[in-house]
């Protein structure tokens, strides 16, 4: 069974930083594609970033350049250094894994609420 422990958010001022981490437990084959996620209150769920087994990464343009998505590929982690905060970056973060083996599959961290205060 694979779960998901997001953890790293908070409130920050305007222009600050957080990191964001997520540790991923159970079988997960490859390939599979980990990434973060954030849904803003009255709005949809939209990607922030991603990241291949392969290291390829995927950005919003809302976050490109203020966003940074790592992983650790021994310890089954991904972190999302975010940088230059804004207001609007105010979110419910959530921690993704989506697997191709042996069906695609998508999974959830509970997410983790990230306030940028102007």
């Known amino acids: 069974q694979v779960q998901l422990a997001e953890s790293g958010g908070g409130l920050v001022q305007a222009g600050g930083s957080l990191r964001l981490s997520c540790a991923a437990s159970?079988?997960?084959?490859?390939?599979?594609?980990m990434g973060w996620y954030r849904q803003a209150p009255g709005k949809q769920r939209e990607l922030v970033a991603t990241?291949?087994?392969?290291?390829?990464?995927k950005y919003a343009d809302s976050v490109k350049g203020r966003c940074t998505i790592s992983r650790d590929k021994v310890k089954n982690t991904v972190d999302l250094q975010m940088d230059s905060l804004k207001p609007e970056d105010t979110a419910v973060y959530y921690c993704?894994?989506?697997?191709?083996?042996?069906?695609?599959?998508?999974?959830w961290g509970q997410g983790t609420q990230v306030t940028v205060a102007s």
């Open positions: 993704s894994l989506k697997l191709f083996i042996p069906r695609v599959s998508d999974y």
């Open positions: 159970g079988t997960i084959p490859n390939p599979h594609v």
């Open positions: 990241i291949t087994f392969g290291d390829s990464t």
